[in-house]
């Protein structure tokens, strides 16, 4: 939104809502059509797809400030995944046709949206090479950092942002049981502890050489 005029962000202020969602309850399902565009306030949701086994893979974690369901207003498609609050979480929603009539309009915010794409479709090519060319070992290894350096650690260590065993399955493409293994292998090489479902990263340079 930092490319809009201010004419165009009162608009934008005049006309967005604020959604709430506790954790587990889903903010929109795979198929859906949309009427607007979700920005996290705070909280974190999750974007999960049904695989053909009737499992939700989690394809991403999107956080504070992050952009809910643009690509689906762009390309005037339905929804290839569904949103799913992994906490309480506050979101700004703004109406479709108003995303519309600004990059219609105003072109630095056009380019800055396309960029935007352009670095989700970039982030989907790294997660399909990682899912071919690692093991789940390294893929959970770095899902751990991965989490750690984006929702950040409290006063003791621990991840922020709290995830059962299954998401971390669902994250890395693994059945829960073969997670739960390696996390206690990890552990077990002092890599990380753990406090209940809480996990802190002990040996940072030892996970990045996970094979």
Known sequence: MKSLTKEELKRVSDCKTTKYYKKGEVIF???????????????????????????????????????IGQRSIISDERTNLSAIALNDIELCYVPKDQILTNIHENKDFSFDVLQHLASDLKGAEDDLINMAQKSVKQRLAEALIYVERTFGSDSNGY?????????????????????????????????????????????????????
């Not at 399902?29 to 797809?49: A, F, N, Q």
């Open 29 to 67: 399902d795979e198929g859906e059509s949309l009427h607007g565009v979700y920005c996290v306030r705070s909280g974190v949701c999750k974007m999960t797809k049904l695989s053909a086994n009737g499992k939700d893979h989690t394809v991403k974690l999107l956080g504070k400030g992050e952009l």
């Open 159 to 211: 991840f922020n942002l709290v995830l059962s065993r299954e998401d971390y399955a669902s994250i890395v493409g693994t059945a829960t049981e073969s997670a739960i293994r390696i996390l206690s292998q990890f552990k077990k090489d002092g890599l990380i502890s753990t406090s209940g479902k809480k996990i802190k990263i002990e040996d940072d340079s030892g996970l990045k050489r996970i094979e």
